[in-house]
């Protein structure tokens, strides 16, 4: 599936970038989507637009359709919850100097007394033909959460393992041991051991 145009204009400064936009298959984004969240739903036709802050900018938008029949016992209590991007832009890699997009990718919900509400569930890019994907729990802020909570057990060679690794994919600054230390402080401070 690709996009289709609305409000765009087209000029010297995002004529490369609208081109590239219209290029983008969805197909495999959503495919991830779907899997990534155990879920059977079909999604609307991504829309194009553009815009300008200081500097033109170039987004492509795309939602779901309604998936509350399957949220389970929570459905009771939803008007609406829909996979939709919250965040993106198309833009040129600084490394390739290439277009490419990134799309934060959110569930968002509506409770029938009207709160809504979202969470991220992925975040994707799309250079030079291919998807690559960061599903939220592979990411270094989700490693920190699992840090924290494990940070005052004697952990097995597993766990020591796996958060290198997981650091490593983030930043290659972090090192096992410093995540060790913030992790540990952090848990430490928050339950009072620190002040």
Same mark, same amino acid.
């Given at each position: 599936m690709f996009a289709?145009?609305?409000?765009?204009?087209?000029?010297?400064?995002?004529?490369? #970038?609208?081109?590239f936009a219209k290029s983008v298959d969805f197909t495999a984004l959503f495919d991830h989507i779907k899997s990534f969240a155990g879920i059977a739903c079909?999604? *609307?036709q991504p829309t194009i637009t553009t815009?300008?802050?200081?500097?033109? $900018?170039?987004? $492509?938008?795309?939602?779901?359709?309604?998936?509350?029949?399957?949220?389970?016992? #929570?459905? +009771?209590i939803l008007k609406q919850c829909i996979i939709c991007s =919250?965040?993106?832009s198309v833009y040129l890699d600084k490394e390739t100097g290439e277009p490419a997009y990134w799309v934060r990718v959110h569930i968002q919900y509506e409770h029938k007394t009207d709160g809504a509400y979202g969470m991220e569930m992925c975040?994707?890019?799309? *250079?030079?033909?291919?998807?690559?994907?960061?599903?939220?729990?592979?990411s270094v802020s989700q490693? =920190?959460?699992? +840090?924290?909570?494990r940070c005052c057990?004697?952990?097995?060679? =597993?766990f020591r393992k796996r958060r290198a690794r997981i650091a490593g994919y983030g930043d290659e600054r972090i090192t096992e041991e410093g995540i060790s230390s913030v992790a540990s402080r952090t848990y430490r401070q928050s339950s009072g051991c620190l002040s």
């Amino acid at each position: 599936m690709f996009a289709t145009m609305k409000n765009v204009t087209v000029d010297n400064d995002n004529a490369e #970038l609208v081109d590239f936009a219209k290029s983008v298959d969805f197909t495999a984004l959503f495919d991830h989507i779907k899997s990534f969240a155990g879920i059977a739903c079909g999604f *609307k036709q991504p829309t194009i637009t553009t815009g300008w802050v200081n500097h033109s $900018i170039v987004s $492509i938008s795309f939602t779901s359709e309604d998936i509350t029949a399957q949220t389970g016992s #929570l459905a +009771a209590i939803l008007k609406q919850c829909i996979i939709c991007s =919250f965040n993106n832009s198309v833009y040129l890699d600084k490394e390739t100097g290439e277009p490419a997009y990134w799309v934060r990718v959110h569930i968002q919900y509506e409770h029938k007394t009207d709160g809504a509400y979202g969470m991220e569930m992925c975040q994707a890019w799309y *250079k030079n033909g291919a998807w690559e994907f960061l599903n939220t729990g592979d990411s270094v802020s989700q490693f =920190f959460i699992l +840090a924290i909570r494990r940070c005052c057990c004697n952990e097995d060679e =597993f766990f020591r393992k796996r958060r290198a690794r997981i650091a490593g994919y983030g930043d290659e600054r972090i090192t096992e041991e410093g995540i060790s230390s913030v992790a540990s402080r952090t848990y430490r401070q928050s339950s009072g051991c620190l002040s």
